[in-house]
């Protein structure tokens, strides 16, 4: 399937323009690149770009690729457009900031480690929620089965028919959070409704080359992880601080489920990401 390639340094400057990316220039000249997950949009990274600021670094959080418009656009991505638009954001970052830093939920934590293993100026990276199999308590059948029926779906010609619908508590334990949330005037803006069997197919395509990168991988990791995490169990950080080539740590919180960057404890998330990167200047 052919992909629309990520845009010019320019061009991520206009998408910040047109308001969906974040970017707060810093002042003490490091510079952390926020990549958001998979359906979800920069808005979800507000929270953590916030305090991160307020520490003095230059946060970006931009749009990736194939994201922010409609299902049929982001059905139309892989994976490497995703990586490809976190690399351009990187460059774009990296001419504003002496030093680089980049977080990530989920899939664009994983985004944000393979940036670290291809790019040497990352000078640490904090993956939130890391999930390299859909093992969490609330994660559905039909995820836990991807690797065998996504690909015969694929195969087939029908993923691009389905997609598949999040279910409650979406990641969030915080009633009060997943109510303002999901509300329609105080949502995460830009966020999409539904989940493409072909966007799952990727997921998998990306969990296979971050482990086999994983030994390799040198830079320093911190692994940020709920232990209800809903989507992805325990055994998920820990396969990758034991095969990660470079230091790593996991700090677990314990009243959050996976969108701890958004959930009652994000200050926790945020102030860890600041002190890791402030052992690594």
Not at 147 to 174: Q, T
Not at 262 to 270: K, L, S, T
């Amino acid at each position: 399937m052919h992909s629309p390639r990520a845009s010019s340094p320019r061009a991520v400057d206009d998408r910040r323009e047109h308001g969906l990316a974040i970017f707060r220039q810093g002042t003490n000249g490091h510079g952390v690149l926020l990549v958001h997950g998979v359906t979800g949009s920069p808005a979800e990274m507000k929270r953590v770009a916030k305090q991160l600021h307020r520490a003095g670094y230059t946060v970006y959080a931009p749009l990736l690729a194939g994201h922010g418009v409609d299902i049929a656009t982001l059905r139309a991505t892989r994976w490497e457009d995703w990586f490809e638009s976190v690399c351009e954001s990187a460059r774009w970052l990296g001419e504003r900031s002496d030093r680089l830093y980049v977080a990530g939920v989920c899939v664009g934590g994983l985004l944000g480690l393979r940036l670290a293993y291809t790019t040497p100026r990352v000078h640490a990276v904090a993956v939130y929620s890391p999930v390299l199999d859909y093992d969490g308590w609330n994660s559905p059948y039909y995820y836990r089965l991807g690797n065998i029926g996504v690909p015969v779906a694929v195969a087939l010609g029908i993923s691009r028919f389905i997609s598949l619908k999040e279910r409650p508590p979406f990641g969030i334990k915080s009633e009060r959070i997943r109510g303002l949330l999901n509300a329609k005037e105080t949502g995460i803006r830009g966020t999409l409704p539904s989940f493409p069997v072909d966007t799952l197919w990727q997921n998998l395509r990306l969990f296979k080359d971050i482990r086999a990168i994983l030994p390799r991988t040198t830079t320093p990791t911190l692994l940020i992880h709920a232990r209800d995490d809903d989507v992805g169990g325990p055994n998920n950080p820990q396969y990758i601080a034991r095969n990660i080539g470079g230091p790593c740590q996991i700090e677990w919180l314990h009243n959050s489920y996976h969108m701890i960057h958004v959930d009652q404890e994000y200050p926790a998330v945020a102030e860890r990401t600041r002190a890791f990167f402030a052992e690594h200047l």
